[in-house]
């Protein structure tokens, strides 16, 4: 079971920024596919973004110029900057991860490893 730890949420205004970061000390971290998911009060958990090993990656349409993934895997970590925030991206964040390294899944329930959440609070 690989053990992954989000960092970086926090309260911010809106229109504000924050990085979230999913790190993991998993060896093989760096061949894992990523999803980055949260969950709003009263509502399902939700697909955000989520970046293969390669670095190709897919953003919800929710978020999609607003919010970048990306990974360094020297660093065995996976980054979600968002930007422009707006009180409806209030939630907690998750990341999870897949071996499968080639493919993007946006669906949650592919993933079987998921960190423990951020909270984001985004005020107006």
């Known amino acids: 079971q690989v053990q992954l730890v989000e960092s970086g949420g926090g309260l911010v205004q809106a229109g504000g920024s924050l990085r979230l970061s999913c790190t993991s000390s998993e060896r093989t971290f760096n061949t894992y596919s990523v999803g980055w998911f949260r969950r709003a009060p009263g509502k399902p958990r939700a697909f955000v973004a989520a970046?293969?090993?390669?670095?190709?990656?897919w953003h919800a349409d929710s978020v999609k110029d607003r919010f970048t993934v990306s990974r360094d895997n020297v660093q065995n970590t996976v980054y979600l900057q968002m930007n422009s925030l707006k009180p409806e991206d209030t939630a907690i964040y998750y990341c999870a991860a897949h071996p499968q390294a080639n493919t993007i899944y946006t669906d949650p329930a592919k993933f079987i490893d998921w960190g423990q959440g951020t909270q984001v609070t985004v005020s107006s």
């Open positions: 970046i293969n090993w390669r670095s190709a990656f």
